[in-house]
């Protein structure tokens, strides 16, 4: 057997060695006398000995098992997984930009701080919105900066309300994040068209609402065509509008939640403006907010004096910082990258694209699978596994068997308000060649649950690991190589 197709610790050999360390230039301690005894190993790990190019081999191979934009087709729905620019890469990594320390003073970062200030206004441009916040540090930060702020700004004006009101389509971290912040949710019913049940949110509101979250368009991928009478019955009852911009990429240069009537925004860098996010950060958030939100905003904000750019941290109705230093700079620059390259029209061709592709996918996979809502769609669309799951075949046999097809699966049982859930996003950056083989895969399969369903049922047959127990490999994960018996 090959050697990459060996674990590490069977082709490890005594004596072999990887790396050539210096001598250690720190003065050695007794373990024992910084560490109670418990903690400590009584035999000494066992690590593999490998040569250097053993080592690089298996991280190599390890990679290859990975899976990610960059490899292929991502239609994750609500999650875009679009391709990250390489242009982006080259100027974060600029000396400039990645050789500073946020402890520098001020005078000395003019050209960082113009970054930031430069992308402030074009995110408030983008959204519609009056300021912008850089600091969250992703979209559900965002969401509980966007929160606290409403919290506050309601305290201030001597109330203290207690709901948020969140559409049963919405982001998990929705109801997370308005709990986090110290709310109590309440859930709005979607009507037979997948929008907003205008009555049943009329009769949710009340003077304890104090925001209403929503994704416009909608996690089903539907645009909120009330949404100028939503916001103005939000608005009537004293409340705020809060928009999640999950599914922004769809409306750019198109309109702005601004025009619709929002109050705060948050925008996701990592789904709509091309920066990497994933494995647990970096990321981004920014938080724009309406005029009479400003003085709630995080501090320190970067403001422009003369010609100079200076941080502001006299802002005595501000929530605070929500975040060390500002934000993620290395993301910032890259967003900024992204939408100076791309200008006006290219934002506009994101979105014209976006909808574009996913409409396409949809009408080619429509008579092949349920399709709950039969009206266009914006940037993503669901589709449901009713059909063969009658014939004994769940969602999550179909995203097994994509496996097989090289493919990573739509994002599926979510939103929770349709069955057998497939929620597909082929974003804007899909040529309409892997759009195609994409849904051939997805209509293959279909044809194979009605013809040769034991091929599905069976399914992924060519990855390196084959069908797993899901609940035993989430409680009992295996974690550490283990010696076979």
């Not at 990459?4 to 082709?11: A, D, K």
């Not at 709990?179 to 009329?202: H, M, Q, R, Y």
């Not at 991928?221 to 769809?250: Q, R, S, T």
């Not at 990855?463 to 994960?477: I, M, N």
């Amino acid at each position: 057997m090959a050697e990459y197709h060996q674990w590490i610790f069977e082709i490890s050999q005594s004596g072999r060695t990887g790396a050539d360390l210096p001598e250690s230039d720190v003065d050695p301690i007794e373990l024992d006398e910084k560490f109670p005894k418990h903690l400590l190993r009584e035999t000494p790990a066992e690590l593999p000995e490998v040569s250097e190019l053993q080592l690089v081999r298996h991280y190599t191979a390890l990679s290859h098992k990975n899976y990610g934009v960059d490899n292929g087709f991502y239609p994750l729905g609500s999650c875009t997984m679009k391709y990250n620019p390489k242009i982006n890469e080259d100027v974060a990594r600029l000396e400039g930009f990645s050789r500073i320390h946020p402890y520098q003073p001020a005078e000395t970062v003019q050209g960082a701080l113009q970054l930031l200030y430069e992308l402030q206004e074009d995110l408030a441009a983008i959204s519609g919105m009056d300021a912008v916040t850089l600091q969250p540090s992703a979209g559900a930060q965002g969401e509980w900066t966007g929160l606290m702020i409403a919290k506050n700004y309601h305290q201030q004006n001597g109330e203290n309300r207690s709901k948020v009101l969140v559409p049963d389509s919405a982001h998990g971290t929705n109801p997370a994040s308005a709990a986090v912040a110290g709310f109590d949710t309440v859930t709005i019913p979607s009507n037979e068209n997948g929008l907003v049940d205008l009555e049943a949110l009329k009769k949710c509101i009340d003077q304890d609402t104090a925001v209403l979250m929503l994704t416009n368009p909608n996690t089903l991928g539907l645009f909120e065509k009330d949404i100028v009478e939503i916001a103005e019955v939000v608005h009537e009852a004293g409340g705020l509008l809060y928009y999640d911009g999950a599914n922004a990429n769809a409306i750019l240069g198109k309109t702005t939640p601004g025009k619709m009537g929002f109050d705060i925004v948050h925008l996701n860098l990592h789904k709509t403006f091309t920066t990497p996010h994933g494995g647990g950060g970096p990321g981004a958030g920014p938080v724009g907010v309406t005029k009479k939100l400003i003085p709630f905003l995080p501090v320190p904000r970067i403001e422009k004096n003369g010609d100079n750019y200076i941080w502001n941290d006299d802002e005595p109705l501000s929530i605070g910082r929500v975040k060390g230093y500002y934000g993620n700079f290395g993301i910032l620059a890259r967003a900024y990258t992204y939408i100076r390259t791309m200008g006006p029209e290219g934002l506009r061709q994101v979105s014209e694209s976006a909808v574009l592709h996913a409409n396409y996918l949809r009408k080619r996979l429509e008579t092949h699978y349920e399709s709950p809502y039969a009206q266009y769609c914006k940037h993503e669309f669901v589709l449901s596994g009713s059909k063969q799951k009658k014939l004994g075949i769940r969602t999550m046999n179909i995203a097994k068997r994509l496996l097989d097809f090289g493919y990573h699966p739509p994002t599926i049982y979510f939103p929770l308000n349709v069955e057998e859930c497939l929620m597909i996003e082929p974003t804007e950056t899909e040529t309409k060649e892997t759009l195609d083989a994409f849904a051939d895969s997805m209509i293959q399969i279909a044809n194979e649950v009605e013809e040769d369903p034991d091929i599905v049922l069976d399914a992924p047959h060519t990855t390196v690991v084959g069908r797993l127990d899901e609940t035993k490999a989430a409680r009992k994960p295996v974690l550490r190589y283990t010696k076979p018996v």
